[in-house]
C-alpha cells in the first residue's frame, strides 16, 4: 500500500506507509520478500516470545526492549535506499563480536548485517547473533 508524499525540506521522504505487518509483507516480492521472510523466522526462533511491531514502516523485535529490526531496500532508509536487505540490532555495541561480523559504520549503538542476497543468510550465524542479543536484551 503505497501513499505518495512529496518532498520536505528539500529531503525525500519515504513513499510507503503500512497499516500493519501483513501489509508490509505484501508489499515486498521475489528475493527481498524471501530473505525478509527467512530473517524473520529466524528471529522467532531464538527469541519466541519477542514481540513485533512496525517502526518507520520496518518490523522491530521487542522483548524487555527494543532487540533487532529488519529493513529492506523496498522501504527507504530516510532520503536513502539501499540493495541490501538490513537486520540491525539496536544493541549491537554491547554485542560481544571478536569475528567483527556485524558492521558499525559511524554509528554509536546500532550495529547490522547487511544480505545481498538468500545464499548471504548463514542460518547458524544469524541465531548465534540474535542469541547474544537476547543476552544483551536480558542483561
Not at 513513499?15 to 528471529?43: A, C, P, Q, T
Not at 529490526?69 to 522501504?75: A, D, G, K, L, R
Not at 532520503?79 to 540490532?89: A, C, E
Amino acid at each position: 500500500m503505497k501513499s505518495t508524499s512529496g518532498l520536505r525540506s528539500g529531503r525525500k521522504m519515504q513513499d510507503v506507509s503500512f497499516k500493519s505487518i501483513e501489509d508490509f509483507l505484501d508489499y515486498l516480492s521475489g528475493e527481498e520478500l524471501e530473505m525478509v521472510l527467512k530473517l524473520r523466522s529466524l528471529i522467532h526462533q531464538a527469541i519466541p516470545d519477542v514481540r513485533e511491531k512496525l517502526s518507520y514502516n520496518v518490523p522491530f523485535y521487542k522483548r524487555n526492549a527494543s532487540v533487532c529490526f529488519i529493513w529492506p531496500p523496498s522501504v527507504p532508509w530516510g532520503s536513502k535506499t539501499y540493495p541490501f536487505v538490513r537486520l540491525g540490532f539496536s544493541k549491537g555495541y554491547l554485542i560481544e563480536d571478536e569475528e567483527g561480523y556485524l558492521e558499525k559504520g559511524d554509528r554509536k549503538q546500532v550495529y547490522t548485517k547487511d544480505f545481498w542476497r538468500m545464499e548471504d543468510i548463514d542460518d547458524d550465524q544469524v541465531l548465534t547473533y540474535l542469541t547474544k542479543a537476547l543476552i544483551v536484551d536480558e542483561g
